[in-house]
Nanobody, 129 residues
């Protein structure tokens, strides 16, 4: 049974940092990309960042470049999202997901929720001003 378990969310002030973790189990994810999405109340789920497990290729939404970083630890089967300079508009539930992506450079397909087969339960991030 595939499981993705997020942790690390919380309540922080604007300008603070948080590191989210996603522990994966239940299958081999070597051919997959691991992604982070977020969803704020009343808004659609949006792509944040993704990393291809096999070679570490990363892909980011434009709005997080320079502030967030996605990394992986193969030995722990865990993906991280380091979030710096948080702002109130980053407030959302953050979800980890795993899905198959084609080889080669990352592209728009990596942003599509439908590409991802497995999802975690989400972790809440709240940023106060």
């Amino acid at each position: 049974q595939v499981q993705l378990v997020e942790s690390g969310g919380g309540l922080v002030q604007a300008g603070d940092s948080l590191r989210l973790s996603c522990a994966a189990s239940g299958r081999t994810f070597s051919s997959y990309a691991m992604g982070w999405f977020r969803q704020a109340p009343g808004k659609v789920r949006e792509f944040v960042a993704a990393i291809r497990w096999s070679d570490g290729t990363t892909y980011y939404a434009d709005f997080v470049k320079g502030r967030f970083a996605i990394t992986r630890d193969n030995a722990k089967n865990t993906v991280y999202l380091q979030m710096n300079s948080l702002a109130p508009e980053d407030t959302a539930t953050y979800y980890c997901a795993a899905g198959g992506v084609p080889p080669g450079p990352p592209g728009s397909r990596w942003r599509a929720p439908g590409v991802y087969d497995y999802w975690g339960q989400g972790t809440q991030v709240t940023v106060s001003s």
